[in-house]
């Protein structure tokens, strides 16, 4: 559980530090800060929907789903399976980040998302570091996940209890 709070408090802080730089640097501003050409831009975007802009309003469900989807990962994070490093970490990951999303969410209404990439006029939905934490977390649980499944297939008895 160590891990996990750690990885997560890392991941909420980061996210609260940097969203509090974009509102007193970027939000006054017009337009994009390009940081490489027009591939990556810093950009002040309010995001009233869910990842990548989906379904915009329901603020309540919004803030209602984080609340169970917390309460899930730290029900998981107990089991014997997400005790273990990796399963901590990733965790932790979506943990801090869904955190730094409801805290958008109950603060200020909508979520306050940062970093623009794309080529052209084809652009990624603008995101923040809680949506980094959520994603590469997820991802992380996918590949864990997986390899849990390959092992138990390439076991002798077949994974058989």
């Known amino acids: 559980m160590r891990r996990l709070s750690l990885v997560s408090l890392a991941v909420l802080v980061c996210d609260l530090i940097s969203k509090a730089i ?3 640097s970027l939000a006054p501003r017009e337009g994009a800060i390009r ?3 027009d591939h990556v831009r810093l950009i002040y975007v309010r995001n009233a929907g869910s ?3 989906l ?3 329901g603020r309540i469900f919004f803030i209602a789903f984080s609340v ?3 309460l899930l990962i730290l029900a998981i994070a107990r089991s014997p399976r997400g005790r273990t490093p990796a399963y901590a970490l990733a965790l932790g990951l979506v943990l801090g980040g869904a955190l730094g999303n409801l805290v958008d969410r109950i603060a ?3 979520v306050i998302d940062w970093i623009d990439i794309g080529v052209g006029s084809h652009r990624w939905p ?3 570091v809680a949506d980094i934490g959520v994603s590469v977390g ?3 649980l996918a590949i864990l996940l997986l390899r849990s499944k390959d092992d138990r297939e390439a076991a002798p008895d077949g994974g058989a209890p």
């Open 35 to 37: 940081v490489l050409g």
């Open 108 to 110: 200020y209404g909508s």
């Open 51 to 53: 990842a990548f802009s």
């Open 126 to 128: 603008t995101f923040n």
């Open 68 to 70: 169970v989807s917390i």
């Open 55 to 57: 379904f915009h309003g």
């Open 138 to 140: 997820v991802c992380l």
């Open 22 to 24: 974009v509102l007193r």
